[in-house]
């Protein structure tokens, strides 16, 4: 019998069966009509990352009548003692619910998860489709995908941007504190995480830091941003882009920080000449975006989010190392990105320049 | 002195394994991790065939921007001062040395040649920075 990774003790045919209980007792809740039988097949485990497990599952609906009907679905789950909850499981949940509800490329929540899987966790809909961006820019399926993304992309971030957060139980995401601006905010968060976690001096972070706190832009209006708006979490097929992944760094803050943080070398993926994910110009992106969105683009205030983003991926590298230099985690991969920070500041060094 | 195979005969030896042996037959994430640690050998090669320039390079670089002292005999020692001197600089930084002036540029000088004695070790492709097209 197989464990299921990282959910404690519970065999993976155990998690299944609490996974049809719940699914059973919510979908009768929701829908007012009480359901034969839940089954969940096809469970399996995609990726565990280090703050957060998918798994992927079909559930087939049984009707008092023998109607069936199947449902692609994901299980989103906590690892147990991660090492650190960047969103808690419910409010990501949520925020998932707002760009739905908005039509902003995203998965259909489905539920919020209960206790019964020992777990903070949350259903939502499979959506098909590829993230790996080498495929994208390599195979000729995706032809006509790599010519349209770019504008797709600017659209579908613009429409995040509208997001009227208010009008949602979003009072708990990261906002800047009272007095800072958003850009403030952001280098302090990633300042105190810099000098807390690094092991080893970094000269030119440090020299970053300074450069960013001189160069601040003047403060903006506040959206929500995605915080992780890059290729690798953007699900695509022949025809474009399929979904908008991974929100749990979804903050409050200054728009064009998305807009930078897509032109960081590192999500180039090897296309370098073509700055937005290795895909398209800024100019196609931008224009994409304030025509869909009504907000102007500012390219002094991107190109500083886009130092920030370097900066902060550096800084992510170095915390992601950690695990491995306290021998909590032998992970080889874990391991080689200790040595990727360089990368980062080879970038800084020469925009902070430019 | 050891005998041959030399270390850098060795490293090869493994990489050669991972490459055209076990990444080809391998899916998945285990895929991925042999890639991954094919890479990480091609990384330890090039430290080793570097690092006893980079570290001398590295020390004399440092010698110009704070106050000189001796220079270390071992590796390890080497190493260690380099560290102690780097967190030195970047305390200078901190206090606003480095924001202007010809001190800035000496010292940005210094720190792109440390960052790309790295890159040549850790990912030498990264060093060219191609124009970006625009329209």
Request: charged share 25%.
């Amino acid at each position: 019998m197989t464990n299921s990774p990282n959910i404690p003790n519970i065999p993976i045919d155990e998690l299944a069966r609490r996974l049809a209980d719940f699914l059973k007792r919510s979908f009768s809740t929701a829908q007012e009509k009480t359901l034969q039988h839940v089954h969940v097949q096809e469970l399996r485990l995609l990726t565990g990352g280090a703050s957060r497990l998918t798994w992927s599952f079909d559930a087939v609906l049984e009707e008092p009548d023998g109607q069936t009907q199947t449902l692609a679905l994901i299980l989103r789950s906590d690892p147990p003692g991660g090492p650190q909850a960047v969103m808690e499981r419910d409010l990501e949940y949520r925020v998932i619910a707002a760009a739905y509800d908005e039509g902003a490329l995203v998965p259909q929540p489905y539920f919020l998860g209960d206790d019964s899987l020992g777990a903070p966790f949350f259903i939502m809909e499979r959506i098909e489709g590829e993230t790996i961006p080498r495929r994208l820019f390599r195979e000729a399926a995706y032809d006509d995908a790599r010519q349209i993304m770019p504008q797709q992309l600017g659209k579908i971030l613009a429409k995040i941007h509208r997001i009227p957060v208010e009008k949602y139980p979003l009072a708990d995401l990261l906002a800047p504190q009272q007095g800072r601006s958003a850009a403030e905010e952001e280098i302090a968060r990633y300042e105190d995480k810099y000098h807390t976690m690094a092991r080893e001096p970094h000269p030119t972070l440090e020299l970053a830091f300074r450069w960013l706190r001189q160069h601040l832009p003047a403060d903006s209006s506040r959206v929500l941003v995605h915080g992780d708006y890059r290729m690798g979490n953007i699900m695509f097929a022949s025809d474009g882009v399929r979904s908008i992944l991974d929100w749990e760094l979804a903050h409050i803050g200054d728009p064009m920080e998305d807009l930078g943080w897509i032109c960081v070398r590192s999500w180039r993926f090897g296309q370098d000449h073509l700055p937005v994910g290795g895909l398209g110009t800024r100019a196609a992106f931008q224009r994409a975006y304030e025509q869909a969105g009504d907000y102007p683009v500012d390219p002094e205030r991107v190109r500083f989010w886009e130092i920030f983003g370097n900066l902060r991926w550096g800084v992510i590298c170095l915390n992601m190392t950690q695990p491995f230099l306290d021998g909590q985690n032998q992970s080889v991969e874990l391991a080689a990105i200790g040595r990727r920070a360089a990368e980062t500041e080879w970038e800084l060094l020469h925009l902070m320049e430019a | 002195m050891q005998d041959r195979p030399t270390i850098q005969e060795l490293l090869q030896s493994v990489s050669h394994l991972l490459d055209t042996e076990l990444v080809p037959t391998l899916s998945g994430s285990h895929q991925f991790y042999a890639r991954v640690a094919a890479n990480v050998l091609r990384i330890v090669e090039r430290e080793l065939a570097n690092e006893e320039e980079q570290l001398s390079a590295e020390w004399l670089r440092l010698d110009a921007l704070l106050d000189t002292t001796e220079r270390p005999t071992t590796r390890d020692a080497l190493q260690q001062a380099i560290r102690k001197r780097t967190e030195e600089l970047s305390e200078r930084i901190r206090q606003g040395a480095a924001d202007a002036g010809p001190y800035r540029e000496q010292v940005l000088q210094h720190l792109k040649e440390t960052i790309r004695d790295k890159l040549v070790v850790s990912n030498p492709k990264w060093i060219k920075r191609p124009e970006e097209e625009t329209g």
